[in-house]
């Protein structure tokens, strides 16, 4: 079955540096995200991403956050200037249409120190 | 405020003990709502899509059903190999995808 692969497994940064998490959505889906879990909280919604532009982001998605689609494979989620608070487990989804099921990759867990 | 809790939050069963989790939840207009399992330092792993009230899903020892203000799943003999969270999601009005999570129920199946 396909899936949807996320790098790296583990990201471990210094508070105030750039991260960039990458991932490849499934091949024939249009409908990217963003999520992130802190440790024993919920799964939080991030942002969604259609035809190469934000669709939708949360609260939490504030200036620090941004999303881009470089080629036609890549997903990935840059945290400008990362944050004690940013620690937590990123995971990139994907949808062949909206309000279907969403394939979830195993997550990038990130470490800000 | 759309909203999804979940309930137990944990819940230890015997092998062959049938037992319910309940997901509850309130939302401006409901396009769906998903069952997905997750396991420990993994991503959320599909299992259901409900879509109105009085639909039900089954897959092998597990079934989904949906009323106009909760969800339950139904776990009939379980076994080890169950353990795992599960996780009650909706979308809402907006019809961009996104998922609203409840916390999830940990559920242990003891041999």
């Known amino acids: 079955e396909p899936e949807v692969t996320q790098t790296p497994s583990h990201q471990v940064t210094q508070m105030g540096q750039e991260v960039i998490l990458h991932c490849v959505p499934i091949s024939n889906h249009l409908y990217f995200y963003w999520y992130r879990q802190i440790l024993g909280q919920k799964v939080e919604f991030l942002v969604s991403?259609?035809?190469?532009?934000?669709?939708?982001k949360s609260e939490i998605f504030d200036d620090q956050f941004s999303v881009e689609r470089p080629d036609g494979s890549n997903f990935t989620l840059k945290i400008r200037s990362t944050k004690l608070e940013d620690s937590a487990m990123y995971f990139c989804?994907?949808?062949?249409?909206?309000?279907?099921?969403?394939?979830f990759g195993s997550g990038t867990q990130l470490s800000v120190l | 405020e759309d909203q999804v809790t979940q309930s137990p939050e944990a819940l230890r069963l015997q092998e062959g003990e049938s037992s319910s989790l309940n997901c509850s939840y309130t939302?401006?207009?409901?396009?769906?709502l998903f069952w997905y399992r997750q396991d420990p330092g993994k991503g959320p792993e599909f299992l259901f899509t409900?879509?109105?009230a009085g639909e039900e899903k089954e897959k092998e020892r597990l079934k989904a059903t949906l009323t106009k203000k909760e969800s339950f799943l139904h776990i009939t003999a379980p076994k080890p190999e169950d353990s795992a969270t599960y996780l009650c999601a909706i979308t809402p009005g907006s019809n961009t995808g996104k998922l609203i999570f409840g916390q999830g129920t940990t559920l242990q199946v003891k041999p």
């Open positions: 989804a994907s949808s062949r249409v909206t309000n279907e099921k969403l394939f």
């Open positions: 409900l879509y109105s």
């Open positions: 991403f259609y035809n190469n532009e934000i669709s939708e």
């Open positions: 939302v401006s207009g409901l396009r769906g």
